[in-house]
């Protein structure tokens, strides 16, 4: 963190606690007379002023997306079943575009968390063979936030980029506000069920 956010923080910190050490003194007696008291009431509001002024100051230093991490909301998945053995992600594409995330990597983790088949059709909705409830794949998208969109150094902070890295071949998922980085876990293959068109490639090669 910059130095004149670090001292300027150590400002508020000291006038805080100075004004916290003067509210707990005892009240001036009864027969105090009131010059003493319009004194004390004018020293009291000027602190008090100038510990606001000191904290809006450091507020308009710190990072505007530190100040705002929390405030990540990804898209809810709109889930439907199609026909007895289908399920859709009608908003797929949305989702992806709300954490950020390639469609295809988050389809890829989709097929190998579920043991199933998935595809992306002409519309970007993520089919999925099987029956699923909506509550299982928001499940699995908070799970895939966890896991590849939050910062691993900035608590609460989805401000992140993933990559792969071209001569390892891992994944790498880096903090867009510290830099930091870590190595994230790599997806198996998911699922895919033989078709015919499989069997025959096989038969023919």
Known sequence: MP?????????????????????????????SKASS???????????????????????????????????????????????????????????????NRDKEHVESYFAAELGTDCNLDASDRCVIKGKFLPKHIESLVRSYIKEFVESPAVKGSMDTTLRRDPSTRLWILECNITHSTKVVSQINKGFHATTRSDRKKAKFG
């Open 3 to 31: 130095k004149d956010v670090v001292d300027l923080a150590e400002d508020v910190e000291d006038l805080d606690l100075d004004l916290g050490s003067k509210k707990k003194k005892k009240k001036s007696k009864k027969e």
């Open 37 to 99: 008291e319009t004194s004390g009431s004018s020293s009291a509001h000027a602190d008090d002023h100038a510990y606001d002024f000191l904290l809006n100051r450091l507020y308009d230093k710190l990072s505007p997306d530190l100040t705002t991490a929390r405030k990540f909301a990804p898209k809810l998945p709109q889930v439907v079943r199609e026909g007895a053995k289908k399920t859709v992600i009608q908003n797929f594409a949305e989702v992806c575009k709300s954490i």
